[in-house]
């Protein structure tokens, strides 16, 4: 054995590595290579938002900030949930250096070694490996996949959040199945774990990429619109997606009062503070970038449905309309390795998808495409991929 072999602890060694970027690796950067792999939109911050990250930075604001976050963008936060959703206070916001950040903070000030935590899957895999590096257990209830698209069994989950668990994470709308859990399986979940004391860790990077809400404000159906205050709800949220900001690295956590100056003990000991320029860019996103919002919402619902027909028309695809997020997440029959089919779509055919096996075992045939993008990127994209069918 080697002396470097034993260095990892045995769950940081056992940790699966993001099979999304196995296949991004080998081909990123590549001249003539089309990306769809990863979630992120192909257009900028707007202006207005890059404009106070500048200015802050001109202004000197180069210092520490407080742990839990800026005074000023805390309050905006605040105020922000409480117009989405119901009433919330400055001292239920703590700030992060993202949600990435934000559920790891979440997941160390709850879950110790043993623990058994349950999670809807398929799923980003960032939340199922988190929890497993803290020594967690982590259980999946898969969704179905039928005509209408993705389902949940709510008595599957029921049966699975038994009186031992300690954490449910949802990730609604989800990644990547864009599957939204409707308002009524919303309240009979959160009223079995207020009977049994588990915590709910709601993932609602996507509530603002929702497709079917009424006009006005999209905002897909949450658990903090029915939340109590003393209810063991944590919302972890992100400006990546819903402004796109994914590179500036800035999030929030909504969470009971009585859990702040542990989160706050955390932060100090993991990031110390967001930098406070990325923080000032937020203050102008949650406080002045509604139309910025909408307009990004309107231009993913085009091109869901311009990428959702494109597919539907190839032979062997079976792609369904996904109520919210950015990503497509569909079926191709004969494909039942889908690292290795997306390998070769990038190799040999310059087109960067993720495999839907990434996700979680339930989505192996399927294959996840960001349509975060234009649609001229998306055609020229969909006339690889029937190339491809016509070899693979
Ligand atoms: C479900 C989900 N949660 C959280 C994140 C991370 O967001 P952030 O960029 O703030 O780390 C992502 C990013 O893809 C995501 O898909």
């Not at 559920?103 to 935590?117: E, N």
Request: hydrophobic letters at 45%.
């Amino acid at each position: 054995m080697s002396r470097t072999e034993t260095l990892a602890r045995p769950a940081v060694r056992a940790l699966a590595a993001s099979k999304i970027r196995e296949v991004a690796n080998a081909g990123m950067g590549r001249a003539g290579l089309l990306a769809f792999w990863f979630g992120e939109p192909d257009s900028v911050t707007p202006d207005l938002i890059c404009n106070a990250g500048v200015a802050s930075l001109q202004a000197g604001e180069t210092f520490y900030t407080q742990n839990l976050g800026l005074p000023s963008l805390r309050e905006a936060i605040a105020q922000y949930v409480s117009r989405l959703h119901r009433p919330c206070l400055t001292e239920n916001i703590a700030v992060t250096n993202s949600a990435m950040s934000g559920l790891a903070l979440v997941q160390q000030c709850l879950l110790s070694p043993g623990d058994r935590v349950v999670a809807v899957t398929p799923l980003w895999p960032n939340l199922v490996e988190g929890p497993k590096i803290l020594g967690a257990q982590v259980c999946t209830v898969a969704l179905n996949f039928g005509s209408t698209g993705w389902n949940l069994d709510l008595e599957r989950l029921l049966d699975a959040l038994t009186h031992d668990t300690r954490l449910l994470m949802i990730n609604s709308p989800n990644n990547p199945t864009g599957w939204s859990m409707p308002r009524e399986q919303q309240q009979v979940v959160l009223a079995h774990c207020r009977n049994r004391g588990i915590w709910i860790l709601a993932d609602d990077a996507y509530e603002r990429l929702y497709f079917e809400g009424q006009p006005g404000v999209a905002v897909a159906p949450g658990f903090q619109d029915l939340a109590e205050s003393d209810d063991r709800l944590l919302s972890v949220n992100t400006f990546s997606k819903s402004w796109q900001m994914t590179g500036w690295r800035l999030g929030w956590v909504q969470a009971p009062q009585a859990l702040m100056p542990d989160l706050a003990k955390l932060i100090e000991f993991n990031t110390s503070c967001a930098p406070a320029f990325v923080q000032r860019a937020g203050v102008l996103a949650v406080t002045q970038g509604e139309p910025a919002v909408a307009s990004f919402v309107s231009r993913l619902k085009q091109s869901r449905d311009f990428l959702i027909a494109g597919l539907n028309a190839l032979p062997r695809v079976t792609a369904v309309a996904p109520p919210g997020a950015m990503y497509a997440f569909f079926r191709v029959q004969g494909v039942t390795d889908s690292l290795d089919f997306c390998k070769r779509l990038a190799s040999e055919f310059d087109l960067g998808l993720a495999p839907g096996v990434a996700f979680g075992p339930e989505g192996e045939g399927f294959i996840r495409w960001c349509f975060a993008a234009s649609e001229d990127r998306l055609a020229d994209g969909i006339a690889r991929l029937e190339r491809a069918l016509e070899r693979l």
